[in-house]
């Protein structure tokens, strides 16, 4: 791939056309690495506006002064208005880009989820991140087991399709891909989070619904797991609660959910609530190997194995959790690099 220095662009000073401007700023996008290299768009809310890698590598080195260069031009050569918004309105994106996930705005993505004999495509709507709102972000681990769900020849259990519960399902990637699978699935978080999911569950029931499947929305704190306030369907606000669940599941998923010491005896107790007794009921999970939450992930396993569960398969695969800081080197992505560890567990035969 050819590399291209900052000093090769269109400089401000030569008036170079909008179009010029345009082109050159989509070479700057960095693609999320983590969401599977070969298609998966991000769509920043302009119509037509379809991210994607540009054929060319840009020295970094000067780029972040030639975006706030444009950010801050007043751009008059340029006598279309939405055109001189455009240009800014990228520009401003691509340095935000470049600060990572944290930086950015409100986007929705579209991920696409191999099937045993095709693949669908989700779209995932995730909010700007505030604060400590983990789970308005997608995280690597449950693009990585929504991948991997249909390996496990859940989907179709007999004539029955599988009913699924998801604990703290963020912003429901994991739910949503099994619901596109053909499984009845509620996909479960705390209050802040709920409203995006059902948001979430909205927008792709179409693609739930031509295969299949179905989604609920319900508040379930691990805090208190004997509760979980379902929301009422259809409904985007989580104050329009409906009944309260009231059946167990012979299916449990859960990604990216031990990064607390109290987090793996709140799990596994709202595991114990809510998995059915069923011989073949199963939990699968997928957690990033952190290593500040490693001990969480060897306390999960003890917790589960004095539970009676055993692991009937589990692996390791490796993801992304973030955008590249500096524009998507190889290199650069590194820190965003997580190895993961899934599990299937169920009772001993
Ligand atoms: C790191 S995020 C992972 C979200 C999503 N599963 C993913 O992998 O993209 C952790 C999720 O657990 C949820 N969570 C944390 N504590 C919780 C609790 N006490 N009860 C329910 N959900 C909780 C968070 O709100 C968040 O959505």
């Given at each position: 791939m050819p590399t291209?220095?900052?000093?090769?662009?269109?400089?401000?000073?030569?008036?170079?056309?909008?179009?010029?401007?345009?082109?050159?700023?989509?070479?700057?996008?960095?693609?999320?690495?983590?969401?599977?290299?070969?298609?998966?768009?991000?769509?920043?809310?302009?119509?037509?506006?379809?991210?994607?890698?540009?054929?060319?590598?840009?020295?970094?080195?000067?780029?972040?002064?030639?975006?706030?260069s444009i950010v801050s031009s007043s751009l008059q050569w340029i006598a279309d208005d939405d055109a001189r918004e455009e240009i800014w309105?990228?520009?401003?994106?691509?340095?935000?880009?470049?600060?990572?996930?944290?930086?950015?705005?409100?986007?929705?993505?579209?991920?696409?989820?191999?099937?045993?004999?095709?693949s669908f495509e989700l779209s995932i709507h995730e909010p700007a991140l505030t604060g400590d709102d983990l789970g308005l972000k997608t995280w690597a681990a449950s693009y990585l087991l929504a991948k991997r769900l249909q390996s496990f020849d859940i989907a179709h259990h007999g004539n029955e399709k599988p009913r699924v519960l998801e604990l703290g399902s963020g912003t429901g990637l994991v739910g949503l891909a099994m619901a596109a699978l053909g499984a009845h699935v509620v996909l479960t978080d705390l209050p802040s989070i709920a409203q995006n999911l059902a948001r979430n569950a909205q927008d792709n029931s179409e693609v739930i619904w031509r295969n299949g499947g179905s989604t609920r929305t319900g508040i379930l704190d691990w805090n208190n797991p004997t509760s979980c306030q379902l929301i009422r369907e259809g409904a985007t606000n989580v104050e329009e609660a409906d009944e309260a669940l009231a059946t167990r599941f012979p299916l449990i998923l859960a990604a990216d959910s031990l990064?607390?010491?109290?987090?793996?005896?709140?799990?596994?107790?709202?595991?114990?609530?809510?998995?059915?007794?069923?011989?073949?009921?199963?939990?699968?999970?997928?957690?990033?190997?952190?290593?500040?939450?490693?001990?969480?992930?060897?306390?999960?396993?003890?917790?589960?194995?004095?539970?009676?569960?055993?692991?009937?398969?589990?692996?390791?695969?490796?993801?992304y959790d973030d955008?590249?800081?500096?524009?998507?080197?190889?290199?650069?992505?590194?820190?965003?690099?997580?190895?993961?560890?899934?599990?299937?567990?169920?009772?001993?035969?």
């Open positions: 291209i220095d900052v000093l090769d662009l269109p400089q401000l000073y030569t008036k170079p056309s909008a179009q010029s401007l345009l082109d050159t700023l989509a070479l700057f996008t960095s693609a999320p690495r983590s969401w599977d290299a070969k298609r998966t768009d991000i769509h920043d809310g302009n119509e037509g506006a379809l991210l994607g890698s540009g054929p060319v590598h840009v020295n970094p080195e000067g780029v972040a002064r030639y975006l706030t309105n990228q520009a401003s994106l691509r340095l935000s880009e470049r600060s990572g996930r944290t930086a950015m705005g409100a986007m929705s993505r579209t991920f696409r989820i191999p099937t045993s004999d095709g990064y607390s010491s109290e987090h793996p005896r709140m799990l596994v107790g709202a595991v114990k609530e809510w998995l059915s007794e069923d011989s073949d009921a199963r939990v699968i999970v997928e957690f990033p190997y952190r290593e500040a939450y490693l001990p969480e992930i060897k306390d999960f396993r003890e917790r589960m194995a004095q539970a009676g569960f055993c692991i009937l398969n589990e692996g390791e695969e490796k993801g955008w590249g800081r500096s524009g998507g080197d190889e290199e650069e992505n590194e820190d965003a690099l997580v190895t993961c560890w899934w599990a299937c567990w169920g009772r001993p035969a």
